[in-house]
RNA sequence: GGAGGAAUGGCAGAGUGGUUGAACGCGGCGGUCUUGAAAACCGUUGACUGUAACAGGUCCGGGGGUUCGAAUCCCUCUUCCUCCGCCA
């Protein structure tokens, strides 16, 4: 959430900000009653803070006037202080109430884009950040959508997953499931390659966890959610990833800290249905590797850079067109300063896929989750958090699929082959 | 799943109702000494909130209670350890 601080001191920034992101009127004035009950609660504080400490001090008194034997003057004061305790009761509950209030209404804003965001409501208004060079390719007449290749080639079945579990898991096999370990250990080796330290997370996590991303309050149908002992399923390797960093406070030259973590995916996608939902271009269950990383503030859009260009030579090894999106306010998620997403070309069905998501939170996330460190002077201050995946597996195979596509097989791109140990889908 | 024990500052570990925000030690930081370093010695060293700055307030796993007063007593939850059971 956004820090009290930065209303205090930056409300201009912060205005103009939601206004890129289209909010209502209603909620832009959130932040004018958020300021209001600050200064309420301050006074509150202040309040109870004295009476605390008058009866921080009858007390001790007491406890002298026992050992000195005077009991009665003693007993006298108790008196008082049970006055004092009947208002600070009152004064506790409000501050309470107040708090509760102010918490309330932050957890409704979302995060202040930064200056470079495009203004914007949906995903029409997002901004062509990035071409790649390589032309899109030209199919042959016969050429299938990614579905049916996967029939023809035994790659993977999605009959098959609803029998098992439900629509929208599927079932890989053959040089399928092959081609999906190579992914995952292809882009594995690239990410500790560029210095990503390997992570294998728990998949389910605690309320906590959902909450310190993010995930929680606003994205809970977006999640399964295990009952009986309280646990959601992580619909990314951000939401255990990250909360490593979950009430720590680190050193100033721990900063920089680079991680990555391949899991599956799980996504309830409640409503989702209809052509765009056909084959692997929407699953419950996806793998995917993320990369996330702990910033100093002055060095955290280096870092976003540097993840572009890491997630760049990703699709450029496996030959894929691709662009990248600047997402315009309306658009981003709630959690995020800004936003590029990668989109990699389904030459079959003809239409850009979303393969990656590259954010910088900037404090929004930490100061969630009470991530901090200590600088020279001593001072607590919020990292910026960032994190984007590198990459989204099932798209990815299918724009492979769709896009290597011969007369007389599926090509494997070169620097895949010493994964798959195959060269050729046919 | 059953039985018992524990949870205190970066770590280790005292503290069982009244100057205890917390001893001692280690670690960290600053200094003395030294050509430099080590050793030794001296000092300093938790978080949050609040203030212009002081002051003040809160925090000894979480929550609740008893009391004028709780790290210390009671209830409850969580986690960890030991033993038994089960198990890849």
């Known amino acids: 959430?956004?820090?009290?601080?930065?209303?205090?001191?930056?409300?201009?920034?912060?205005?103009?900000?939601?206004?890129?992101?289209?909010?209502?009127?209603?909620?832009?004035?959130?932040?004018?009653?958020?300021?209001?009950?600050?200064?309420?609660?301050?006074?509150?504080?202040?309040?109870?803070?004295?009476?605390?400490?008058?009866s921080n001090h009858l007390a001790k008194e007491i406890g002298e006037l026992f050992k000195s034997g005077n009991a009665q003057e003693a007993n006298a004061k108790k008196t008082?202080?049970?006055?004092?305790?009947?208002?600070?009761?009152?004064?506790?509950?409000l501050l309470e109430q107040t708090m509760a209030q102010i918490n309330e209404l932050q957890l409704q804003l979302p995060n202040v884009p930064n200056t470079v965001v495009p203004?914007?409501?949906?995903?029409?208004?997002?901004?062509?950040?990035?071409?790649?060079?390589?032309?899109?390719?030209?199919?042959?007449?016969?050429?299938?959508?990614?579905?049916?290749?996967?029939?023809?080639?035994k790659l993977f079945d999605m009959e098959l997953g609803v029998k098992i579990t439900g629509s929208g898991f599927i079932l890989y096999r053959n040089k399928g499931a092959r081609l999906q370990r190579a992914l995952i250990n292809f882009f594995l080796d690239e990410a500790v390659k560029a210095g990503y330290e390997e992570i294998i997370p728990p998949l389910l996590v605690n309320e906590d966890s959902?909450?310190?991303?993010?995930?929680?309050?606003d994205k809970e149908g977006q999640m399964y959610y295990a009952e009986k002992d309280d646990l959601y399923l992580i619909p990314t390797a951000e939401v255990p990833v990250t909360n490593i960093y979950r009430d720590v406070i680190l050193k100033e030259d721990q900063l920089g800290a680079k991680l990555c973590g391949?899991?599956?995916?799980?996504?309830?996608?409640?409503?989702?249905?209809?052509?765009?939902?056909?084959?692997?271009?929407?699953?419950?269950?996806?793998?995917?590797?993320?990369?996330?990383?702990?910033?100093?503030?002055?060095?955290?859009?280096?870092?976003?850079?540097?993840?572009?260009?890491?997630?760049?030579?990703?699709?450029?090894?496996l030959e894929l067109p691709y662009?990248?999106?600047?997402?315009?306010g309306g658009d981003m998620g709630f959690a995020s300063a800004l936003t590029y997403d990668f989109e990699v070309w389904s030459a079959a069905q003809?239409?850009?896929?979303?393969?990656?998501?590259?954010?910088?939170?900037?404090?929004?996330?930490?100061?969630?989750?009470?991530?901090?460190?200590?600088?020279?002077k001593g001072e607590s201050i919020h990292p910026h958090t960032l994190n984007g995946s590198a990459l989204a597996l099932a798209r990815i195979v299918a724009s492979i699929l769709e896009n290597h596509q011969t007369e007389d097989g599926i090509r494997i791109p070169q620097a895949l082959i010493p994964y798959t140990c195959f060269e050729k889908i046919n």
């Not at 201009?12 to 959130?30: A, F, M, T, W």
């Not at 203004?119 to 950040?129: C, F, L, Q, S």
């Not at 850009?352 to 020279?376: A, C, D, I, Y």
């Open 1 to 54: 959430m956004v820090e009290l601080k930065i209303f205090r001191t930056e409300k201009e920034r912060v205005l103009k900000g939601y206004q890129k992101r289209n909010l209502k009127q209603e909620q832009i004035d959130l932040v004018d009653q958020i300021l209001h009950l600050d200064t309420e609660r301050k006074k509150t504080q202040a309040e109870l803070d004295q009476i605390l400490s008058q």
């Open 80 to 93: 008082a202080v049970a006055d004092l305790k009947e208002k600070s009761k009152q004064l506790e509950l």
């Open 119 to 153: 203004h914007g409501k949906t995903a029409e208004d997002n901004e062509v950040y990035f071409s790649s060079s390589r032309p899109l390719p030209v199919l042959a007449e016969n050429a299938l959508p990614h579905w049916e290749l996967a029939k023809k080639y």
């Open 210 to 217: 959902a909450r310190g991303t993010g995930q929680l309050p």
């Open 262 to 317: 391949y899991t599956p995916c799980f996504r309830r996608e409640a409503g989702s249905y209809g052509a765009h939902v056909k084959g692997l271009n929407r699953v419950h269950q996806f793998d995917k590797i993320e990369i996330v990383r702990i910033e100093h503030p002055d060095k955290s859009y280096a870092a976003l850079d540097e993840m572009l260009e890491h997630v760049k030579s990703l699709l450029e090894k």
């Open 323 to 328: 662009r990248i999106l600047r997402l315009c």
């Open 350 to 376: 003809e239409r850009w896929l979303e393969v990656s998501s590259v954010s910088n939170f900037e404090t929004f996330q930490s100061h969630r989750m009470k991530l901090r460190f200590k600088n020279e």
